[in-house]
């Protein structure tokens, strides 16, 4: 089966511009989690969703909020972007919301300028 | 404050030997440990995981051991092989072993030589 896109997978943004991020999850699951990805921090959490509700919430600002619709499909979006948010971002798909294996996709490379 | 510390960002290792990666936590809430593989280009590939109830899981090559008394887990890649070449992350949660809310540490990149 069709495995985690996100789309799209490169995207260039000018400083102070906004962005939305997709994720499609693989088909059957419910539960959806959204990380950034840089060289100094490494993989922080960011969101996740699980039928359409935010369950749990990582320590960004408010510029980065997400949403899930009733097919799954998560978005993430980024308003006011700064250079220091250029990271790769990924999206994580699982079936239920525990104890259940998460199956990343190959992120969306952002960079701004 | 980093909650999961991988102190090695690199370690290298002849093929056919064992390789070990170690990773520590602060947090004594974290319930669940988790192993992931990264290769340049991908998302992160889940490995193998361990609750805090047991203190050994193994699945083939891959061993995982957790000391929760020093807050201690490691990887063990018994033989190693140039495959496995890639980045390692340890991940840890303390939601039951939900997977969705997972803190980790930064990485480390294993090389393995032919």
């Known amino acids: 089966k069709a495995g985690v896109t996100q789309t799209p997978r490169y995207l260039i943004k000018t400083r102070g511009q906004q962005v939305t991020l997709s994720c499609s999850p693989i088909s059957g699951h419910r539960s959806v989690s959204w990380y950034q990805q840089t060289p100094g921090q490494g993989l922080q959490f960011l969101f996740e969703y699980f039928s359409e509700t935010q369950r749990n919430k990582g320590n960004f600002p408010g510029r980065f909020s997400g949403r899930q619709f009733s097919n799954s499909r998560s978005e993430m979006n980024v308003s006011t972007l700064e250079l220091g948010d250029s990271a790769l971002y990924l999206c994580a798909s699982s079936l239920g919301y525990l104890n259940t294996e998460a199956f990343f996709g190959q992120g969306t490379r952002l960079t701004v300028v | 404050d980093q909650q999961v510390k991988q102190n090695s960002p690199s370690l290298s290792v002849q093929e056919g030997r064992i390789s070990i990666l170690n990773c520590d936590y602060t947090n004594s809430m974290f319930d669940y440990f988790l192993w992931y593989k990264k290769y340049p280009a991908e998302g992160p590939t889940f490995l193998i995981s361990i609750s805090s109830i047991k203190d050994k899981n193994e699945d ?41 809310n997972l803190i980790f540490g930064k990485g480390t990149k294993l090389s393995v030589k032919p």
């Open chain 2, 60 to 100: 083939g090559r891959f061993t995982v051991f957790l000391n929760k008394s020093a807050k201690h887990l490691s990887l063990h890649i018994v033989p190693s092989q140039p495959g496995d070449s890639a980045v390692y992350f340890c991940a840890a949660s303390g939601d039951g072993g939900s997977q969705g």
